[in-house]
């Protein structure tokens, strides 16, 4: 499993951003897939993840309404469009996959249990 994250820049606030997620050695619904951020002196928090299907995706509360999570089979990615950026978005942001990973999105389950990870997109909202 390979996961390769990119997209990330400096942006104001209220702008957009769209991350990209390329992925190898599994399929959508094999593995669930998510984007995760870690702001500076922060522990790492689940953004939004989804299987199959983004009709299935869930986001973190402070991601609702402004973040949407899509995937393209054919083409093995995973995006995050983020929009309405404030400066807390900031942080690096992770793509991860793991068969369980909607436990770690909703909380359950540690981000530390996540196997799969990509290298990290470097978000910075700023004025």
């Known amino acids: 499993v390979q996961l390769q994250a990119s997209g990330g820049g400096l942006v104001q606030p209220g702008g957009s951003l769209r991350l990209s997620c390329s992925y190898s050695g599994f399929e959508l619904g094999e593995y669930a897939i998510g984007w995760f951020r870690q702001a500076p002196g922060k522990e790492r928090e689940a953004v939004s993840c989804m299987g199959m299907s983004a009709s299935s995706a869930v986001y973190a509360d402070s991601a609702k309404g402004r973040f949407t999570i899509s995937s393209d089979p054919a083409k093995s990615t995973v995006s995050l469009q983020m929009r309405s950026l404030k400066e807390e978005d900031t942080g690096v942001y992770y793509c991860?996959?793991?068969?369980?990973?909607?436990?770690?999105?909703?909380?359950?389950?540690?981000?530390?249990?996540?196997?799969?990870w990509g290298q990290g997109t470097e978000v910075t909202v700023s004025s």
């Open positions: 991860a996959a793991d068969s369980g990973l909607y436990y770690v999105c909703i909380g359950r389950e540690s981000p530390s249990t996540v196997p799969y």
